[in-house]
């Protein structure tokens, strides 16, 4: 049984690409792979050119207005496999063997060493090589390695920046503490931008670095929120709810409520030490976009066993933030103070769990980083998941609260006269109440 690594690898080209060798010499050198191609919808190429170039790939990805971010993104999104190597179609991979893929490790960043094709270019490539090896700043250039998950929770690359995306998304990645690592091979790249401006172009690219620099560094993550939501329009989103009440119209308008309170909620948490994790278990993301949620880190886990998604979004962010915030998308009482809350009683204790009154948990909260199978033993379809969960966890605090998990016609109800029996509601909240009276269940 092989034990290397499979990696997509994302290709980008610009409109006025004619070149494409390089997606041959990836076919032939990394076969088992897969690659994929990233085009501009306005690019001109020929006929025999497209059928040279679907003879070396998997795919082919066309995208509209494209900008270096934009096109690296639709790449990724549709990879297949658990690693990611991101290219640029004028690069050379002569140097590069199928064994330094696997040297990258799940928790780093990787990247090769730069060359040009031109000696002429040797003070451009030595600037760039001394700036990623002595302040971890790679270029995109030097080709981008990264494990999907781990690419996911830094949160893609800015697509609206024409160019330094490059350099936010290593900032980005410093900011959760990610090993920048460079491989020790070189990657060759064409010097057909510089032509005969190098010296102009080396200290315009260190122009660039210092004033990208103040434009990207972050503060270090110290708190990851995790939201875990689902499509609101989907029939397995709150299916008790929608057997008892048949009436998915009223559920779907529910779900559209609660994902209102949460990204009010979200707005609450927005600090440079606080990093907004949207756990999708939907098959797309296109739902996030009306909500403006798409500019979060998401991460796509669809697993049905919500204990086995509830692990793996830990495993995730555990080696990357101090603290760890996991929290439901869909319980009306919560606020943005409960969620802060969550934070200031890990000052004292371990561990931090806000109770639902069905016997399980809509919120916990954890400073340590040695959970492994914690969330995935339990049965989460018990009235006892509380209990179960807690068992084996010390130097915990349980809210003295219950909130409520609106799963049944009964839940919906209670959730209603809790919530119309404060005084202070969010304007979120208060639309979810106007909703309900409207409707004759409350």
């Not at 030595?126 to 250039?141: H, I, T, V």
């Not at 998950?149 to 949160?155: A, E, Q, V």
């Not at 109770?355 to 969330?375: A, V, W």
């Amino acid at each position: 049984m092989s034990l290397r690594k499979k990696f997509s690898i994302v290709v980008i080209a610009s409109r006025e690409e004619k070149q494409f060798s390089l997606l041959r010499a990836l076919k032939d050198k990394f076969y088992g792979h897969e690659i994929i191609l990233v085009l501009d919808d306005k690019i001109e190429l020929s006929l025999d050119t497209l059928n040279e170039i679907n003879l070396n790939i998997n795919k082919l990805i066309k995208v509209s207005e494209s900008t270096r971010g934009k096109s690296l993104n639709a790449g990724a999104l549709k990879a297949e496999n658990d690693y990611l190597w991101f290219l640029h179609i004028d690069s050379q991979i002569n140097k590069i063997e199928r064994d330094d893929l696997d040297r990258l490790q799940k928790k780093q960043l990787g990247y090769f060493k730069l060359k040009f094709d031109n000696d002429r270019n040797k003070i451009n490539a030595s600037g760039a090589n001394f700036r990623s090896n002595k302040f971890d700043l790679p270029f995109g250039d030097q080709s981008f390695l990264i494990h999907k998950n781990l690419f996911n929770l830094i949160g893609c690359f800015d697509e609206d920046i024409r160019e330094g995306e490059d350099h936010k998304f290593v900032w980005d990645a410093k900011a959760l503490g990610v090993e920048i690592k460079e491989i020790k091979r070189e990657i060759i790249t064409s010097a057909r931008k510089y032509q005969e401006k190098s010296i102009f172009q080396t200290f315009r690219n260190i122009f660039k670095t210092f004033t990208q620099v103040k434009k990207f560094k972050k503060k270090k993550i110290k708190n990851i929120f995790c939201f875990f939501v689902k499509d609101p329009n989907s029939k397995d989103s709150k299916s008790r709810l929608r057997d008892t009440l048949k009436d998915d119209a009223l559920v779907d308008q529910f779900n559209l409520h609660c994902l209102k309170i949460l990204k009010s909620n979200i707005l609450s948490l927005e600090q440079d030490e606080n990093k907004i994790v949207i756990v999708n278990n939907s098959k797309s993301n296109d739902y996030l976009k009306s909500f403006g949620l798409e500019k979060y880190s998401i991460l796509k886990i669809e697993n049905e066993n919500i204990g086995r998604s509830m692990q793996d979004v830990y495993d995730i962010c555990a080696p990357f933030t101090k603290n760890i915030i996991m929290s439901g998308s869909d319980i009306p009482e919560l606020t943005a103070e409960h969620l802060i809350e969550s934070v200031n009683f890990l000052k004292n204790y371990d561990n931090y769990i806000m109770p639902t009154i069905d016997g399980g948990y809509c919120c916990f909260s954890t400073k340590l980083k040695n959970l492994e199978g914690c969330f995935s033993r339990v049965d989460y379809t018990t009235d006892h998941v509380l209990n179960d969960f807690t068992k084996y966890l010390y130097n915990t605090k349980k809210s003295n609260f219950a909130l409520i998990d609106v799963d049944t016609l009964s839940n919906l109800q209670k959730m209603y006269d809790v919530l119309k029996s404060k005084t202070l509601l969010s304007k979120e909240q208060k639309g979810l109440i106007d909703f309900i009276d409207k409707r004759k269940y409350s």
